[in-house]
C-alpha cells in the first residue's frame, strides 16, 4: 500500500485504504486498499464469500456492516461519515444484487422523490410530474424498458431481469458519480445480460467512475473495465488489466488464492 | 457501523411514533355543563335544554331503563380500568347567544373564539375563508356551533345540519329513522348513546338528488371530564348519492375520556352513501397516560334496491378504538363497502372491523383493512360476513393486512363467516408483514430521507383504502400518518 499523494487525493473518485469490516460479528474485510479516478471502470472479482457485497453495502452505508479500521474518501471526503441517503445524494448509486419491492409505492413515486431529494440537496429546482415523466421516458430507452414499469409497485412482480434493467433504468435517471454494480449479471439471461451492459455503457462517461462487482467473467465481455481486481479474504489479492478476467474464467479462483499477494 | 451511520430502521420508527399530537391544545371558554353523573333527572336536563320533544324525552328514557340492566361487553381484544360513569359529565356547551337548543343564526352569533378554534385545527368557518366545495358542520364538546352552505344546500332540498335541530325541526323524520339502523337496545355502548346524546350531524338527501358537495363534520371535545355522545343521522332517498366526511381531534389531558358515538344511515332504491371518517382523538402520551376511549357504533343499512354504503376509515387517534362500521345489506343487489386503515402506535389499542349482513338476493360486499403497528401498540381486525338464507348469489371479498414496524407490537386478526345460503362465494386474504430494513435501505439508497422512508412505505400499505377517500381528505390522512404531502395516492 503507498500512501496517496495529495494530488492523487484530489482527483480520485474513490479512495479506500486499509478498510476493514465486520458483518455478523466476523471479519469479512481485512486491510482493502482501491483507487478509482474519474472516468474509469474498475471490476472487482473473487469466489463467494470473499467479501464483494460486503464492500458494496459498506460504501452504500447500509446498517449491519461494522467498519473496524480503514478509511474510505470519495471526492476527498470521509465516506464513513455520511449517512446512506447523504452518500446517495452526494452521487453514490447502489445497484442491488436483490432489489427490494415496495407494495403501493409505484415506481414512478419513488425515483421522482429520490431525484427531487437529490436536486434538492444540489440546490438545483425540483422536478415536476410532467418533466419528470419526460426524463424517464428517455432513460428508460437505455435498457428497453417499457413506460407501464413507471407505474408498477417498486419491483413488484417484475422477472429478475427486469429488476436488474430497473436498477439501470434509475442510475440513468439518477445520473450519479460513483456507481456500484453489486452482482448486476446475476440471474440474468444473455439477452437481458446484453441490454443491460449496453445501458451501463451508454452511461460511462468522463466524470463517472463505476465499479462493477461480479463472480462471472461474461458481464466484463460486454462492459470492458479498465482494471480487474481480484478480491479474496477480504483484501485485494491481484489487479490487472481487462484482460486478467479472461484468464480468471479459464484459470479459475484457486489459482489466484494460491498465487502470492500483490 | 450503526452510529456512522446514521439512524436504523427502529430509531427511524421510534421518531414517527414519538411525534407530538398537535391538536392538543385547549380553548378558554365559558362552558355550560350539567352535574356529574347520571341518573334520569339530568336525561330530563339535557333534553330540557336542547327543548326537545316529549317523544325524544321517552326514547332516551326508554334507553336509560335499558342500560341499566346491560353489562359493559368485555369480549373487545382492549384493556382498560372499568369506567365510572358516574364520574363523568354527560353535558358540555360553550355558551352562546340565542334560546337554549337553537343554534346560532349565524356566524356573528357565534364565540370568536370558537371560530379561532376551528381556524387552528384547520377547519374555517368564516364565509371568506371556508372550504369550496364542503359543508362543515362545527360541533364542539355536546352542540353544534356551526354549519356553513346551509342555505345553498337547502335550495335543493338538502337538510344538513345540527342533530338537535334537526329534532325540532323535522320530528317526523327523526321518529321515522332514528333507532331504525341501531335500535335503542342495541349495546352497551349505544344504549347509553341513545340515553344522553347531546348533539351530532342530520343530513336528508332528497329523491333523486345528488349532493353537489361534500358534507362534513369535525367534533372537537375540549371540555374536560366529559363524555361525548354524538348522534348522527344520514339519509338518502331514492336515488340521491352523498358523500359524507368527519373529522375529530380532542386536547391532550392526563385523564381518558369516553366518547360514544352512534352514526345511523339509511340507502333507500339506487341510493348511495359514502362516509368517510379521519378519527384522530387524542391518543394519550407516550407512556399511554389519557388518551380518548373510542366506543363507536355505526352501521348502515342498504334498505333499496341497488343501494349503496361505502365506510372508509382511517384510525390514527385514541387510547383505544373499538368501531365496527357495518353495513345491513337488505335491498336485492345493494353493496356494501369497508375500507380501513387503522394505526396503533405508543400503548394505543383498536379493535376494530365490520359486519357485513346479507339480507337481499345479489348483494355484494367488499372488506379492505390495513393495520399499522408500532410501539406498544395492538391492533385487531374483527369481522363478521354473514350470508341469511334469503341471500342468494351473495358475494364477499375480505383482505385483511397487517404491517408490523418494531417488535413490541401486536397484530391479531378475527374473521367470522356465517353462510346459510349455499350459493354465496366468499373469499378471504390475509398478510402480515414487517417494514423491512432492506426497504428503507433502498429507499435512503435512493437519496430519500428515512422519515420519508417509513411514509412512502406505509403510504403504500394503505394506498388501497386512502384512494378511496375524497381528495381534500386523503391528504389529511396522509399527513395523518406521518407521510408527505406529495402522496402518491390516485
Known amino acids: 500500500m503507498t500512501p496517496a499523494t495529495a494530488t492523487e487525493k484530489k482527483t480520485a473518485m474513490l479512495e479506500i485504504r486499509d478498510l476493514r469490516a465486520n458483518a455478523g460479528g466476523k471479519e469479512i474485510l481485512k486491510g482493502l486498499d482501491l483507487t478509482i479516478r474519474p472516468g474509469e471502470v474498475h471490476a472487482i472479482m473473487g469466489p463467494n464469500g470473499s467479501g464483494k457485497s460486503t464492500l458494496a453495502h459498506v460504501l452504500a452505508g447500509r446498517a449491519g456492516f461494522e467498519v473496524t479500521g480503514g478509511e474510505v474518501f470519495y471526492q476527498g471526503r470521509n465516506l464513513l461519515e455520511m449517512a446512506p441517503e447523504e452518500r446517495a445524494r452526494e452521487g453514490v448509486f447502489l445497484a442491488f444484487q436483490y432489489p427490494v419491492e415496495i407494495p403501493g409505492v409505484s415506481n414512478l413515486y419513488l425515483l421522482k422523490s429520490g431525484l427531487n431529494a437529490v436536486r434538492r440537496h444540489r440546490g438545483e429546482p425540483e422536478v415536476d410530474a410532467m418533466e419528470f415523466l419526460a426524463l424517464a421516458r428517455e432513460r428508460m430507452k437505455l435498457v428497453a424498458m417499457d413506460e407501464s414499469f413507471l407505474h408498477r409497485a417498486v419491483n413488484e412482480g417484475f422477472s429478475g431481469g427486469e429488476k436488474k434493467r430497473n436498477e439501470i433504468f434509475q442510475m440513468a435517471v439518477l445520473d450519479p458519480k460513483l456507481a456500484i454494480l453489486d452482482e448486476t449479471d446475476s440471474g440474468l439471461d444473455i439477452d437481458a445480460l446484453r441490454i443491460v451492459a449496453e445501458g451501463v455503457n451508454a452511461l460511462r462517461s468522463p466524470q463517472r467512475a463505476m465499479l462493477v462487482i461480479t463472480h462471472y467473467q461474461r458481464l466484463l465481455d460486454y462492459i470492458i473495465p479498465d482494471a480487474v481486481h481480484v478480491l479474496s479474504g477480504g483484501r485485494i489479492v491481484l489487479s490487472g488489466p481487462a484482460e486478467l478476467a479472461r484468464e480468471l474464467e479459464s484459470r479459475g479462483y484457486a489459482w489466484v488464492e494460491t498465487s502470492p499477494a500483490q | ?490
Open chain 2, 1 to 490: 457501523m450503526d452510529d456512522q451511520n446514521g439512524m436504523t430502521s427502529s430509531d427511524t420508527l421510534q421518531k414517527i411514533a414519538d411525534q407530538e399530537y398537535r391538536w392538543g391544545f385547549v380553548t378558554d371558554i365559558e362552558a355550560e355543563t350539567v352535574p356529574r353523573g347520571l341518573n334520569e333527572d339530568i336525561i330530563r336536563m339535557i333534553s330540557a335544554k336542547k327543548n326537545e320533544p316529549e317523544f325524544m324525552l321517552q326514547w332516551r328514557l326508554k334507553a336509560y331503563r335499558h342500560w341499566l340492566t346491560m353489562q359493559e361487553p368485555a369480549w373487545a381484544n382492549v384493556h382498560y380500568p372499568k369506567i365510572d360513569y358516574q364520574d363523568i359529565i354527560y353535558y358540555s356547551a360553550p355558551r352562546q347567544k340565542g334560546a337554549a337548543g337553537d343554534g346560532p343564526k349565524s356566524l356573528d352569533e357565534v364565540d370568536p373564539e370558537l371560530l379561532r378554534t376551528y381556524e387552528k385545527l384547520g377547519i374555517p368557518l368564516s364565509e371568506q375563508k371556508r372550504l369550496a366545495g364542503v359543508a362543515v358542520d362545527a360541533v364542539f364538546d355536546s352542540v353544534s356551533v356551526a354549519t356553513t352552505f346551509r342555505d345553498k344546500l337547502a335550495e335543493m332540498g338538502i337538510i344538513f345540519g345540527a342533530f338537535s335541530e334537526a329534532v325540532q325541526k323535522h320530528p317526523e323524520l327523526i321518529k321515522k329513522y332514528l333507532g331504525s339502523v341501531v335500535p335503542y337496545n342495541d349495546n352497551f355502548f349505544a344504549t347509553l348513546n341513545s340515553a344522553v346524546f347531546t348533539d351530532g350531524s342530520f343530513a336528508y338527501i332528497p329523491k333523486g338528488v345528488r349532493c353537489p358537495m361534500e358534507l362534513s363534520t369535525y367534533f372537537r371535545i375540549n371540555a374536560a371530564d366529559t363524555g361525548q355522545f354524538e348522534r348522527t343521522l344520514i339519509i338518502a332517498e331514492e336515488g340521491a348519492s352523498v358523500s359524507y366526511l368527519e373529522g375529530c381531534t380532542a386536547p391532550r389531558r392526563d385523564n381518558n375520556q369516553l366518547h360514544a358515538a352512534v352514526v345511523e344511515l339509511v340507502a333507500l332504491d339506487d341510493a348511495t352513501i359514502k362516509y368517510s371518517t379521519v378519527q384522530n382523538w387524542y391518543p394519550g402520551d407516550k407512556n399511554g397516560k389519557g388518551g380518548i376511549y373510542n366506543f363507536v357504533t355505526k352501521r348502515g343499512k342498504c334498505a333499496g334496491k341497488r343501494s349503496k354504503i361505502s365506510w372508509t376509515q382511517v384510525e390514527t387517534g385514541s387510547a383505544i378504538t373499538w368501531k365496527y362500521p357495518s353495513c345491513v345489506l337488505l335491498g336485492d343487489d345493494s353493496v356494501g363497502e369497508f375500507y380501513s386503515v387503522a394505526m396503533t402506535n405508543n400503548y394505543q389499542q383498536a379493535d376494530t372491523g365490520t359486519k357485513m349482513i346479507h339480507i337481499g338476493r345479489n348483494t355484494r360486499s367488499t372488506i379492505i383493512s390495513k393495520g399499522i403497528s408500532a410501539g406498544h401498540g395492538q391492533n385487531t381486525y374483527r369481522g363478521l360476513v354473514k350470508i341469511q338464507k334469503g341471500a342468494t348469489n351473495a358475494r364477499n371479498y375480505s383482505q385483511c393486512d397487517s404491517l408490523l414496524m418494531g417488535d413490541q407490537c401486536g397484530a391479531h386478526t378475527f374473521p367470522y363467516v356465517e353462510v346459510k345460503n349455499s350459493s354465496s362465494r366468499l373469499e378471504h386474504e390475509a398478510s402480515t408483514s414487517k417494514i423491512g430494513e432492506d426497504q428503507l435501505f433502498y429507499c435512503r439508497q435512493r437519496g430519500i430521507s428515512d422519515e420519508d422512508a417509513v411514509s412512502m412505505i406505509v403510504n403504500g400499505f394503505c394506498k388501497t383504502v386512502l384512494r378511496e377517500l375524497p381528495m381534500e381528505f386523503a391528504v389529511e390522512a396522509q399527513k395523518l400518518l406521518g407521510l408527505s404531502l406529495e402522496g402518491s395516492v390516485g
